[in-house]
């Protein structure tokens, strides 16, 4: 299965409404939209004007170059990685939690 036709997989069963067609995709749920890019060759990574949350979907070779990308320049955006190796995937690196003050 290509790596496109995964993430809609991913996020469909995690109850998202897909929109649009490609590798990079928007997934709804109640309030939160995810803008989803799969990452085979990435160029360049979306802007910062791009969106709140943003999910890279990316092969098990790909996810530690990415993640050093991202945390190099550290967009304004939170931002998450899921691998996917074969029918399996994991979630490689999430966003911070809510900030809980006592």
Known sequence: MRLVEQARSIFAELGYTIEGTGPEFRAERAWKVVHVNTVL?????????SGQFHCFVAQPEDADDLEAR???????????IIVVDGDEYQVERAPPGP???A
């Open 41 to 49: 060759e990435y160029e360049e990574l979306p802007p910062s004007s």
């Open 70 to 80: 991202l945390t190099s320049i550290d967009p304004a955006y939170e931002w998450a």
């Open 99 to 101: 900030r809980v003050s």
